[in-house]
């Protein structure tokens, strides 16, 4: 039997829904092309950050001024003037134009960032260096006291405004789950120019060492418990916000990937999983979604997608309170 494992995502049509989340492993053209070989439908770029573009910049403007001051043949200018200038890291812009002449899938480019600034302007650099969609990865934290959820909410949204006008190609923007109405906030986003949302972005929690007494940053790979708040949130949206939804965190085998399908997403997305087991694993879940749509006897893909979205459920409050008071009522306490 011949499935269609087919998806739409960003307009752009994905031979699968499964892609390679940004990551180390999607940061050099080796590995990109092993992801595309092992059946990746696209791939996300590692980020290009605001800090670095703002720390490159910085240190140029200080080169220029110093030499301006220094040296009286340098009265004319031997340094291009600050926005004529490609401050950003050229490694990161190279790896975009070696990356999509290579690949015949889709890639996606990643900027992160949380502010409106000239920064910006490095979306229009990837797009020109050939990428086919940009992830803006909005990465803020609200420590402000004084900045009100309006306030944060607006900060969001005058981004994305922003980048969508520096480019024509397609926009995803990636967030957290952290807002008072998620589906409220979901679909400004997609008002103010965003094509795609991504969730959710995984907020690394920082930790202190006793020893040293000092903050540590601290890694720790995904694992398939965290799907499920993306799970409810894409089922939630899913139907009710005009733009493709994408599901990251916590998909590492072929079934949660579709539940991910199941729930609305267009696409899942896998890092942690391909951290674990490299590049080749995704053709493993890919096997196993095509193997469990056969035996389910789906035709395609897009069969699949919403299907069990909380607009298409038989019990719609499963999503909401009625499961948390059944889970709350139904647990009982390990034995020893």
């Known amino acids: 039997m011949s499935v269609d494992l087919s998806t739409t995502y960003l307009g ?11 990551s180390p492993i999607t940061g050099n053209l080796g590995s990109l092309l092993q992801l595309e070989s092992a059946g990746a439908g696209a791939v996300v770029l590692p980020s290009l950050f605001e800090e670095q573009i703002e720390h490159e910049a910085d240190e140029l403007m200080r080169l220029s ?3 301006s001051g220094s040296f009286a043949e340098a009265l004319g200018g031997y340094f291009p003037e600050l926005d004529d200038y490609n401050t950003g ?11 999509s002449a290579a690949l015949e899938i889709p890639v996606i480019a990643s900027l992160n960032g ?12 990837m797009e020109a260096a050939g990428a086919s969609a940009i992830e803006l990865n909005v990465y803020l934290m609200a420590t402000d006291p004084d900045a009100t959820a309006e306030d944060v909410e607006q900060r969001y949204l005058e981004l994305v405004a922003t980048v969508r ?8 923007v990636k967030v957290g789950p952290q807002f008072s109405s998620f589906p409220h906030m979901a679909r400004r ?9 991504v969730l959710f972005n995984r907020f690394y929690q920082p930790d202190i060492d006793l020893e040293e007494l000092t903050i540590e940053p601290q890694v720790s790979l995904s694992t398939s418990a965290e799907l499920r708040l993306p799970l409810r949130w894409i089922a939630v949206i899913h139907g009710h916000v005009g733009a493709s939804l994408a599901l990251t965190t916590g998909v590492h085998s072929a079934g949660d990937a579709i539940k991910g399908l199941l729930v609305g997403a267009d696409v899942v997305m896998l890092a942690s999983a391909l951290l674990r087991h490299g590049p080749d694993y995704i053709g493993t879940v890919l096997e196993g979604l095509q193997q469990w749509l056969v035996d389910n006897e789906y035709d395609s893909v897009s069969q699949l997608v919403g299907s069990m979205s909380q607009r298409a459920a038989s019990n719609p409050e499963a999503f909401v309170r009625a499961n948390y008071m059944q889970m709350l009522v139904s ?6």
């Open 12 to 22: 752009m049509k994905l031979a699968n829904p499964l892609v390679a989340s940004a």
């Open 65 to 67: 001024e110093f030499g």
């Open 89 to 99: 890291p050229g490694e990161y812009l190279q790896l975009v134009e070696e990356a």
């Open 114 to 125: 949380t502010s409106a600034g000239g920064w910006v302007r490095y979306a229009e650099r």
């Open 165 to 172: 006008q520096a480019i024509t190609i397609p926009l995803a």
């Open 189 to 197: 986003l997609a008002d103010a120019g965003a094509d795609g949302l």
């Open 331 to 336: 647990y009982s306490r390990p034995a020893p």
